[in-house]
């Protein structure tokens, strides 16, 4: 884990709660994409009081120090980020102070003094202007609450779609993968559930394929399937556990982009009317966009999943930063419209964590990077490496 926590002070009697700070610690981590290494220390005033003469030239004590580990300081993106991040140092006894005064618990000042100091890492500084002051202390209160309800309601869950299985075997016209039993050893992974694409091309997955997968998968299949009569009636008849409503184009290597439900809303929430008529959840795979999100509210889709594709394939920090603002945005939009919201597309071992890291989201759909990952250390490993990424590293809180 890159967060090491110090204890300078005794942690009972200060009333510190290290396994629920520790537990916020590691979700901002994923919240703000850091992987390198940062330690909290905390500490009574006589010691933040020698560290705040000692750098900053100062008598007192006070509430958080932070220490870039990068001379260069800070701003600097993950991938150039040094192994350590830098160090914060928070003395307990000035926020205990604090929190009597205001009249708050302990360990959510505490929260918000770590959130501060790890912006201040990142290279956030509230005393440059107003402005930025203003900007940090907005991002910080979002933080805050992101992480004061630690935890999820339920478990994050984990969806292989196993397309590329069909892909290899389609290559040599031949039986063999199979993604009937790729989806087995998914399963037996601990995947909660199954996500095949048929398309109208039937560039890997088979009618045969979703037909056994109907009476072989024990979790959850999920048939993605553009908005055509085709589809419709072959779901109707196979009876996916929920269907998942993609657009569709010839040429294109992989879905491209989300459902345009504002502008195809007529053909869209018939099909949604159509197969809820069958009793078969429909999920509308949709842009991070609040008028999309409404809409998909409005034809009485069940699910939304919510496009990564461009979170993923930002080439900057500043674009991914912005594209995961999107995503967390619209998540907690549609869950707040109740929808229940999933994630995918282009999610791999490294950009991963901060999606799960959302609360709204439910379950994620994961593919190309498993089924790669799977040719190098088997599809079984691929599968627990994946779910060891999404969940959560402790229990309760
Ligand atoms: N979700 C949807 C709607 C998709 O179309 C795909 C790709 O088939 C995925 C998730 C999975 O994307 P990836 O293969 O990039 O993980």
Request: hydrophobic fraction near 40%.
């Amino acid at each position: 884990m890159p967060l090491h926590f110090e204890y300078h002070v005794p942690v009972r009697e200060s009333g510190i709660d290290p396994v629920l700070l520790e537990n916020r610690g590691v979700r901002l981590l994923k919240l703000l994409g850091i992987t390198s290494h940062v330690s909290i220390v905390f500490m009574d005033d006589r010691e933040m009081a020698s560290f705040n003469l000692r750098y900053r030239k100062r008598k007192a004590a006070t509430n958080v120090l932070s220490f870039p580990a990068d001379p260069r300081g800070v701003g600097i993106p993950p991938e150039l980020a040094p192994d350590d991040l830098g160090d914060i140092l928070v003395s307990a006894e000035t926020a205990a102070r604090e929190t009597r005064r205001e009249g708050k618990p302990l360990n959510d000042r505490l929260t918000e003094l770590i959130i501060h100091g790890l912006c201040h890492l990142l290279g956030h500084d509230h005393e440059r202007s107003e402005e930025e002051a203003r900007r940090i202390w907005l991002m910080e209160q979002d933080l805050f609450r992101q992480v004061q309800f630690s935890g999820r309601h339920t478990m994050l869950h984990l969806a292989v779609n196993v397309d590329h299985v069909a892909t290899v075997r389609q290559a040599r016209g031949t039986s063999e993968p199979d993604p009937v039993i790729a989806a087995s050893i998914c399963e037996l992974a601990g995947a909660a559930g199954i996500v095949v694409h048929l398309r109208e091309d039937r560039r890997h997955i088979q009618d045969r394929d979703v037909e056994i997968l109907r009476r072989t998968v024990k979790t959850r299949l999920n048939l993605e399937m553009a908005a055509t009569r085709e589809m419709v009636d072959i779901a109707l008849r196979i009876r996916p556990d929920m269907v998942t409503l993609v657009p569709e184009k010839r040429r294109e290597l992989t879905t491209e982009g989300g459902l345009n439900v504002t502008g195809g809303r007529k053909k869209i929430g018939g099909v949604v009317e159509q197969l809820n008529g069958g009793k078969i959840p429909v999920s509308l795979f949709i842009d991070p966009d609040a008028q999309q999100i409404k809409a998909a509210g409005e034809i009485g889709a069940t699910f939304v999943e919510l496009h990564t594709g461009r979170y993923c394939d930002a080439p900057t920090r500043d674009e991914q930063e912005r594209e995961f603002d999107l995503i967390r945005r619209s998540a907690a939009d549609a869950r707040a419209a109740g929808l229940r919201v999933n994630a995918g597309h282009g999610l791999d071992y490294r950009n991963t964590p901060r999606i799960a890291a959302l609360d709204a989201i439910e379950e994620l759909s994961i593919g190309h990077a498993i089924i790669s990952r799977a040719v190098y250390v088997g599809l079984d490993q691929a599968v627990r490496e994946m779910l060891a990424l999404i969940r959560p590293p402790f229990a309760g809180t």
